[in-house]
């Protein structure tokens, strides 16, 4: 997305698609792990195909 890793970005964009169940963490017992990743759900690509027409 090319945020830089800063709280506020967090807050910002990440936080409000995980309370949609758009993405989901990879090691969700330890939201502060330097290994956390994230992916998209199948929610959100759901929702990503009515924007674009397709889903990866």
Do not use: F
């Not at 998209?40 to 009515?50: H, K, P, Q, V």
Request: aromatic share 4%; no cysteine.
């Amino acid at each position: 997305m090319g945020l830089s890793n800063e709280t506020r970005n967090v807050r910002r964009h990440l936080d409000p698609l995980l309370a949609a169940a758009l993405v989901e963490r990879t090691i969700p017992d330890k939201s502060q792990s330097r290994l956390q990743r994230y992916r998209i759900t199948e929610a959100g690509r759901a929702y990503l195909s009515t924007l674009t027409g397709d889903a990866e």
